[in-house]
């Protein structure tokens, strides 16, 4: 089992750039496939990135391709998002989330552990 704990959220204007880093437990993080997700109000949990176990396979949604970076770090239990020209329609929780088995997927149910999100706001 592994616990994940997200931080790195905060208001920002339109424009600007975000750093979400995602601390996991355990000593088995370099088996996990990692990703990232985000749930703004009123709307389902969707996709945003993952890495794969080596680092080497990264994968990301459309709306936010070209603009946001997944990385991992194995030696520190950390995956990090970096949210560069964020935009108002960035806004939303992020979270974080393991997956133990299989190929890296987008779909939220493939997921085994996720964090507790944390808030980004983007202002106009």
């Known amino acids: 089992q592994v616990q994940l704990v997200e931080s790195g959220g905060g208001l920002v204007q339109a424009g600007g750039s975000l750093r979400l880093s995602c601390a996991a437990s355990?000593?088995?993080?370099?088996?996990?496939?990692m990703g990232w997700f985000r749930q703004a109000p009123g709307k389902e949990r969707e996709f945003v990135a993952l890495?794969?176990?080596?680092?080497?396979?990264?994968s990301y949604a459309d709306s936010v391709k070209g603009r946001f970076t997944i990385s991992r770090d194995n030696a520190k239990n950390t995956v990090y998002l970096q949210m560069n020209s964020l935009k108002p329609e960035d806004t939303a929780v992020y979270y974080c989330?393991?997956?133990?088995?299989?190929?890296?997927?987008?779909?939220?149910?493939?997921?085994?552990?996720w964090g507790q999100g944390t808030q980004v706001t983007v202002s106009s």
């Open positions: 890495i794969n176990r080596s680092g080497v396979i990264r």
């Open positions: 989330a393991a997956r133990n088995s299989g190929i890296a997927v987008t779909n939220t149910r493939a997921y085994d552990y």
């Open positions: 355990g000593r088995t993080f370099s088996s996990y496939i």
